[in-house]
């Protein structure tokens, strides 16, 4: 039986980055059950009508058309000192190299209830299918627990659908992971203008209903009603609350796992020599304080691929771990952030201090002139750039990929004061002024405020010398 140089578990992002970058080099498989690779953050605008749903799917050829080969099975088990993986099918595929890069699934926390009919997570073709179905059948009132990006998108695509939908979070705001309280002022206005009720600082404590769900009960007691147990419309609660590692086929492989994925090296092999681990699946650390930290992003997933693939083909290339920038849109207001918020910040040791600039995307003289927020996070011990927040009303992941840069790159906050940056009538703010450039500069006034009240507190608390007194300190 013939063997194959590469054996990739999963063709999301990491498997077909691997495939496009490994696949004219090796004889590789990447075996996949799902119909489709999806583009999962297009699924909440394919809810809303914007797109139909087949956009979402990925082309195979992204993993064929470099030569691998793409295999539409379930794996059952891996038996790694033999290498080989056994299909559903009874077929056996033997490797040289393995990698796993089998994702994640969301999180559906066992509360009483979480197993009635209309109680989902959001991740797959068939989630998206079921909502979608669901709609079309008279969906009247539904809830979304979770108030990170997918929760927010998930909503604002109900509410335009005319659907009665509260959004639930544990979290006093919502983009709890993105942003800090002050600059979700904006963006939550906006979902309380669409109709959309907020249950902020709240846990679902129960589910209710005969065989579906029809009420969700809150830990402050209070009830949000979906439709009667008798009624001839559909309900749907989704649970957008996070996501677990795809673990289910390394039980008995030898193969070690963290709490939070599989455990790999910067050069993402894990503790079997021929056996590596990428995207989802995987448990890793922020670059910034070398602590284990959540990062199931795709914006992750690849980068980690591409780092094993240039690994296979002879180079020495490390991940250096999450910086997370993020980006989403609620309303008009296009929202992005990376690295640490103020409040991730705190808790990872750091003394932390911030600038905020507030311009316009435009000349203000210009036609349709929108607002825009940057605030940046800084470290005031040594004035590191540690993360930045934006809000705007044109794109900002442009601008979210110039702070992350700044991150990795270890700029001071008077790398981006002196910034050397261009102006346009329809694309910036007038040449005086730049909103980061402004964020920087008030940071930098709030250590010199800090400093000198440090200074004037010390003179206060030191007793004046008596005139011919020698000083003894």
Known sequence: MSTKDIIVIGGGPAGITLAKRLGRHFDMAVIRPEPHSMIY?????????LLPPEKTFKKDELVTASGAELIREHVTSINVPEKYVVLESG???????????????????????????GVMGFKTQEDMETIINLCRNGL???????????????????????IQVTLVDMLPT????MLDEDMTTAPTEILAREGIQLALSRRVSA???????????????QAIELEPDDSEHPTLVVFCVGVRPELTLLKDTGIEVGPTGILVDGRMQTNIPYVYACGDCVQFKSALTGEVISGKLATNAVPM???????????????????????????????????????????????????????????????????????????????RIIGG?????????????????????????????????????????????????????????????????????????????????????
Do not use: W
Request: hydrophobic share 45%.
């Open 207 to 221: 589910l209710e209903g005969s065989s579906r769900v029809s009420r969700v009960l809150l830990d402050n007691g």
């Open 140 to 162: 009247r009132n539904a809830v979304v627990v979770g108030a990170g990006a997918i929760g927010v998108e998930l909503v604002q695509a109900l509410r335009t659908r005319n």
């Open 41 to 49: 953050c297009a699924m909440p605008y394919a809810i809303e009508g």
């Open 174 to 177: 919502i983009l709890g992971n």
């Open 305 to 383: 691929a591409k780092v094993l693939a240039a690994n296979l083909l002879g180079e020495d290339r490390v991940y250096p771990g999450f910086y997370n920038g993020a980006a989403t849109k609620i309303g008009e207001v296009y929202v992005g952030s990376t690295g640490l918020t103020v409040s991730a910040a705190s808790r990872a040791g750091f003394n932390v201090v911030t600038g905020m600039g507030k311009l316009f995307t435009r000349f203000p003289v210009m036609p349709d002139v929108r607002p825009l927020t940057v605030k940046l996070v800084a470290d005031a011990s040594s004035r």
């Open 91 to 117: 077929g056996i595929l033997h490797f040289q190299r393995l990698v796993i890069a089998t994702g994640a699934i969301p999180l559906i926390p066992q509360v009483p209830g979480a197993r009635l009919e």
């Open 389 to 473: 927040q934006i809000l705007s009303g044109v794109p900002v992941t442009a601008q979210v990929d110039l702070l992350t840069l700044a991150i990795q790159k270890k700029c001071v906050l008077e790398d981006i004061r002196d910034l050397s940056y261009s102006a346009q009538p329809y694309q910036s703010f007038f040449p005086a002024n730049n909103a980061m450039v402004m964020a920087a500069e008030q940071a930098l006034k709030a250590l010199r405020t800090q400093s000198e009240l440090s200074e004037n507190n010390e003179r206060e608390q030191t007793p004046p010398l008596t005139v011919g007194q020698p000083d003894r300190s």
